[in-house]
């Protein structure tokens, strides 16, 4: 295969990307976003205005310190003034005082915007641009022009919007970035756009799109099929309106798909950690269904989907996941067959043919559980267990033997106190009874019942709950409807999820916390005994995990 064409990669999730309604990024989160851009192989990163606020004038005077080893920071703002000659605009002037070494000017490209909004004559929008340009590059690496309403001004007045891209060429700008500032184009008339800018200047040129059609990705796919050089936009498509054209996947699409090299060797499979690192700062729930690095992007429910992935994954998938650092699922629902059973068995290391009497009983009784209104496709840890019982596997580490959950609140302004009673019975079955407050029932509950079984098994100290969900099963009956909760646990190593469902918002949570704690338990235990098979291995650790109750308890 012939050598694959470089395509510059332009990020402007710290300035276009912040003007999502929804994302708000302080200074620190900026710049652990630009460090990880720049180690992603980015070529540029568009930090922000100099002139516009603190925020941004603050990135620019600690970028610097990064020191980046790729990506090359680009100070953002508007062509200057038509009163003053660009000397002299204070704008201008803050792009050079930020110390970036690329300038990216957005100028207007549409008779449209230069009669309606800058209200000069269309010869003085040329000057406007050439001098801007011209002053930038004596003293910057690198002077780009976003090329605003380019495409919606050619539709309206081609001559007028080619003759403003003549000028910032004759001034000697490195790149001309086309914008679909409205992103009301399709890909189509986006390439036909590209090719007109061709036939017109002759130096590089990029593609900025906004997603209002929910075409940025595909439109700014053409614009480089038609020539484009440089392809600009944010992570996750952050941006105002319906955001911009998602970096994410079109880096993807151009290096999966057409053969384009966007990031260097090695980087692709680090995509889906940057959508995550991104959500994260910004304070955004993932979106389960977005392309590529979505968590469903490439989970499978159907049991002939399952079967055929089994035999090869090509079957109903349009890449590997692994390629953009995303895993494949296997989910588990009432469509689920014996090949989604057998696959998820041995995910979890279990052994079972295709066939075995056991997969039957299992299924029959999932089947069960979720017409009770279990679901696992969340809770792989209490789907785990529930398959361990089906197959005799199972270990019950503690049993219970009653609980009690007070809620004490003396008055209006008091938040409420929980305390919670628990008495189990232990594996050398001797009755402990703890008790403990906590800031709500579930995790009064919890400590209860962790003070109970750490001195048998002190692994469990480590462990926290890291999220609690609970869901409305049967709307419409009121506060007589079955809950199911989800817990998530971690133990700074792991996480899982378990379940519980019940009429009873205390009892569903109590399931999902027995689960979390079986689970670890059960999982500790597997680690233990292939640590014991290894030469080098902690006897007291395997036996400490496997339930023997230390020596005084
Ligand atoms: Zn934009």
Same mark, same amino acid.
């Not at 989970?299 to 049991?303: C, D, L, M, N, S």
């Given at each position: ?45 568009? %930090? ?13 005077d ?8 790729h ?12 009163s ?13 005082? =930020? ?12 008779? $449209? ?36 309403h ?51 200047v002759?130096? /590089?040129? %990029? ?19 038609a ?31 057409? +053969?384009?090299?966007c ?24 979106? /389960?269904?977005? /392309? ?5 992007a490439f989970?499978?429910?159907? %049991?002939l ?11 109903y ?15 588990? =629902?009432?469509?689920?067959g014996?090949?989604n ?58 049993g $219970? ?32 009874? +703890?008790?403990a ?51 998530? =646990? ?19 949570s ?7 704690v ?25 036996a400490? =995990? ?8």
């Open positions: 295969m012939a050598a694959s064409k470089k395509i510059q990669v332009y990020d402007t999730t710290l300035r276009d990307g912040l003007q999502s309604e929804d994302v708000s990024l302080t200074v620190e989160d900026r710049l652990t976003i630009a460090a990880r851009l720049d180690d992603m192989g980015f070529d540029y990163i568009e %930090g922000g205005w100099p002139g516009s606020n603190q925020r941004d004038a603050e990135f620019f600690r970028v610097g310190k990064l020191r980046l080893r990506a090359r920071i680009c100070a953002f703002g508007s062509t200057r003034r038509a003053v000659k660009a000397a002299q605009d204070r704008n201008l002037a803050l792009i050079l005082r =930020s110390g970036a070494p690329v300038a990216t000017v957005v100028g207007k490209t549409s008779e $449209l915007h230069v009669r309606e909004a800058l209200r000069i004559p269309f010869a003085q929008n040329l000057e406007v641009l050439h001098d801007t340009i011209s002053y930038l590059k004596k003293h910057l690496e690198k002077v780009i022009l976003d090329a605003e380019y495409f919606d001004g050619l539709a309206l007045n081609r001559d007028y919007t080619l003759a403003c891209l003549k000028a910032a060429a004759d001034a000697g700008v490195d790149l001309i970035c086309l914008c679909d500032t409205n992103g009301g184009r399709l890909p189509f008339e986006v390439a036909e756009g590209v090719r007109a800018a061709q036939s017109a002759g130096c /590089p040129l %990029g593609i900025h799109c906004h997603n209002d059609s929910e075409v940025a990705v595909a439109a700014t796919l053409e614009a480089v099929r020539g484009a050089v440089q392809v600009q936009g944010t992570i996750n498509g952050l941006g105002e309106r319906c955001g911009n054209a998602n970096l994410i996947s079109v880096i993807a699409n151009l290096q999966l798909k057409m +053969n384009y090299q990031l260097p060797p090695g980087k692709l499979a680090r995509l889906r950690e940057l959508a995550t690192l991104v959500n994260e700062l910004a304070n955004l729930t993932p979106w /389960p269904r977005q /392309p590529y690095v979505g968590r469903s989970a499978h429910k159907g %049991g989907h399952v079967s055929a992935i089994q035999r090869n994954t090509r079957t998938e349009h890449i590997d996941p692994a390629a953009v650092g995303n895993d494949r699922r296997v989910l588990l =629902s009432e469509l689920a014996q090949s059973i057998v696959y998820k068995a041995r995910e979890f290391g279990l052994e079972v043919q295709a066939g075995d009497p056991r997969i039957g009983v299992l299924l029959k009784e999932l089947k069960r559980l979720e017409a009770a209104g279990y679901a696992y496709d969340g809770a792989d840890a209490s789907f785990e267990l529930v398959m361990l019982r089906a197959l005799g596997q199972e270990r019950q580490h503690f $219970l033997v009653s609980f009690r959950v007070f809620d004490d609140k003396w008055n209006e302004d008091q938040e409420p106190l929980s305390e919670a009673i628990v008495i189990i019975e232990g594996p050398d079955g001797r009755r402990t009874r +703890n008790s407050i906590g800031n709500g029932p579930v995790n009064a509950l919890d400590s209860a019942l962790r003070k109970s079984l750490v001195p048998y098994y002190p692994g469990l100290s480590s462990m926290q709950l890291a999220d609690y969900k609970v869901r409305v099963l049967d709307t419409g009956v009121g506060t007589g409807a079955r809950v199911r909760v989800l817990i998530e =646990s971690t133990d700074g190593k792991r996480r899982w999820t378990t379940v519980g469902v019940s009429a009873n918002v205390i009892e569903a109590w399931q999902a916390l027995v689960d979390s079986e689970y670890k338990l059960h999982r500790d235990r597997a680690k233990a005994k292939l640590n014991a098979r290894q030469p080098g291995s902690s006897a007291k650790a395997a400490e =995990s496997n339930g023997t109750p230390r020596a005084g308890l």
